[in-house]
């Protein structure tokens, strides 16, 4: 059973950096083919891709966010981790990660991790 | 990169059918074959419904059906029931290696 949980500060300050980690069971990221994603969702708002990490350690990122994210794994603790720099406000948003088929699709979310931003 | 679009809203009755389109461009939606659609009900996670335009993950009912023709995909759900009421997003490969979805989509079952 393939399991992911997402965890991190529920609130951060504008221009802190944001730290978070995804823990996941069921599968493991050194098998081929294998990735993770981070999706975000402001409230009442729609699913925006931030950011993957390919079994190989490949990594890709959103076009408009991309200077501000970095991502990563630890193979050792089943464990990938967001960090997105200069965080404001309208960066709230309840953050996600899933176990992607590579680019195809995601098969398996986390249940989400809400983050606000605010002074 | 603008986000796929999508109709705001739709609604049908229980056992009507409803489609849900999806519209992008030929870098991303017409460029390509992985167009995958999520549900998501409130306050929840999304589920994949639909991957590879038209495939159907295990245990998701086959009253749930997608097709592509040129920049638009779509989402074809049949049999309307009420706990298909949900929010849906479309999401397509936009190259290189990277994703985007649709502003999402409100199914009411009337």
């Known amino acids: 059973q393939v399991t992911l949980r997402e965890s991190g500060p529920a609130l951060v300050k504008p221009t802190q950096t944001l730290t978070l980690t995804c823990t996941f069971s069921g599968f493991s990221l050194s098998t081929s083919g294998m990735c993770v994603s981070w999706i975000r969702q402001p409230p009442g708002k729609a699913l925006e891709w931030l950011a993957l990490i390919e079994w190989d350690d490949d990594k890709y990122y959103s076009t408009s966010l991309k200077t501000r994210l970095t991502i990563s794994k630890d193979i050792s603790k089943n464990q990938v981790v967001l960090t997105m720099t200069n965080m404001d406000p309208v960066d709230t948003a309840t953050y996600y990660c899933?176990?992607?088929?590579?680019?195809?699709?995601?098969?398996?979310w986390g249940q989400g991790t809400l983050v606000t931003v605010s002074s | 990169q603008s986000a796929l679009t999508q109709p705001r809203s739709v609604s049908g009755s229980p056992g009507q059918s409803v489609t849900i389109s999806c519209t992008g461009t030929s870098s991303d939606v017409g460029g390509y074959s992985f167009v995958s659609w999520y549900q998501q009900h409130p306050g929840k996670a999304p589920k994949v419904m639909i991957y590879?335009?038209?495939k159907r993950p295990s245990g998701v009912p086959d009253r749930f059906s997608g097709s592509k023709s040129g920049n638009t995909a779509s989402l074809t759900i049949s049999g309307l029931q009420a706990d298909d009421e949900a929010d849906y997003y479309c999401?397509?490969?936009?190259?290189?290696?990277?994703?985007?979805f649709g502003g999402g989509t409100k199914l009411t079952v009337l």
């Open positions: 899933a176990r992607g088929s590579g680019v195809r699709y995601l098969d398996s």
């Open positions: 999401c397509s490969y936009a190259g290189p290696f990277t994703l985007i």
């Open positions: 590879d335009v038209s």
